[in-house]
C-alpha cells in the first residue's frame, strides 16, 4: 500500500532505495522511513493517505502540488495522518454519529469523509495565506475549531457540504 501511495502521488518517478528512502519527504514524509511517522494511526492512517491519492487523484494530486509549490507549504501525508487523528477523535466523542447515520458506518464511508476533510483543509490552509510553514499549526486548530463548531451546529455533515463518489 505504501508503494502505491507513491505511484499515485508520484506517477513515473522512480524512488532512491526501498522503504527507505530520503525522497518520501517529496510526499510529506519527516523522514527517510514513512513507518514511523504512522506510529500514532497506523494502517488506517496509510488507509486513508492511499485512498485519497488511488481514488480521488486529481485532488490528491492538487492538494500534493499546492503543498510543495510554495514557500509555506505543509507536509502533505503528515497533514493526512493529522487529519485522520481529527476524525478517528471526533468519531470517539461521537461528533459523527449523524454523518454515519445518513451514509452508513463503514471504511469506505470514512475513508471518503477523509478525502473530503483533508480538501477542506488544504481550502482553509491557502485561503489562510500562510507566510510560511510556521503558520501550519494555528491554521490546523482554527480549521480543527471551525469544523467541530459546524459539526455541533448541523445535525449532519452533508448540509456542511456534500462530498462527491
Known amino acids: 500500500m505504501l508503494a502505491g501511495l507513491w505511484d499515485a502521488l508520484r506517477p513515473g518517478v522512480a524512488r532512491q532505495g526501498g522503504r527507505i528512502s530520503k525522497d518520501w519527504g517529496d510526499i510529506g514524509f519527516q523522514g527517510s522511513d514513512p513507518a514511523t511517522d504512522f506510529r500514532g494511526m497506523g494502517l488506517l492512517g496509510l488507509s486513508n493517505l492511499h485512498h485519497f491519492a488511488t481514488k480521488h487523484k486529481e485532488a490528491a494530486s492538487q492538494t500534493l502540488f499546492n503543498c510543495v509549490s510554495s514557500p509555506a507549504g505543509y507536509p502533505f501525508a503528515i497533514t493526512g495522518i493529522n487529519i485522520t487523528a481529527m476524525l478517528v477523535d471526533l468519531t470517539r466523542k461521537g461528533l459523527l454519529n449523524s454523518h454515519f447515520r445518513h451514509y452508513g458506518p463503514s471504511m ?40 467541530i ?17
Open 108 to 147: 469506505d464511508e470514512f475513508n471518503e469523509l477523509y478525502c473530503h476533510v483533508f480538501v477542506m483543509f488544504n481550502a482553509a490552509y491557502t485561503a489562510a495565506r500562510p507566510q510560511d510553514v510556521m503558520s501550519f499549526g494555528p491554521i490546523m486548530q482554527s480549521f480543527k475549531e471551525d469544523f
Open 149 to 165: 463548531s459546524q459539526l455541533r451546529k448541523q445535525d449532519h455533515i452533508s448540509r456542511i457540504s456534500h462530498h462527491k463518489r
